[in-house]
């Protein structure tokens, strides 16, 4: 199963550059993860987008599924997006508590050497 790694921040530019630097420094000739910025607000301007989290679930559905957030408020927008997921479903969503930047990178490359969801997330947890 591939991992889906959803980024979220209050900028758009630092999840996008982020998505970047993940998909530049982290082999990933299996495609063993993938990567959505959803920083941002819907406008463009600083601030979170409950809809661009969900969107990433709802598309994404068929993937063991990371979300990492940088703090304050994009924390509560993705704990609000899972509130709209079936029961079902959140069994594949994780919310990584750490560094949006470390622990997007540890989750790349664990997805990488295929670690279960819990050996990702203790190694993220590891890490920071």
């Keep these: 199963m591939t991992n889906l790694l959803i980024l979220v921040s209050h900028s758009q530019t630092i999840t996008e550059g982020l998505k970047e630097l993940l998909e530049t420094m ?24 409950v809809s661009k989290i969900t969107e990433a679930l709802f598309a994404n559905t068929d993937k063991e599924i990371f979300i990492f957030t940088d703090m304050g408020s994009a924390v509560l927008s993705a704990e609000t997006a899972l509130d709209f997921v079936e029961h079902e479903i959140k069994a594949h969503i994780h919310l990584v508590e750490g560094p949006l930047v470390e622990g997007a990178y540890v989750g790349a490359v664990q997805s990488t050497i295929n670690r279960t969801p819990d050996q990702i997330l203790e190694a993220i947890k590891e890490q920071s």
Excluded: M
Excluded at 31 to 45: L, Q, Y
């Design 26 to 49: 982290v082999p990933n000739d299996h495609n063993a993860f993938s990567v959505i910025a959803a920083g941002g607000t819907d406008d463009g301007e600083i601030g979170t987008s």
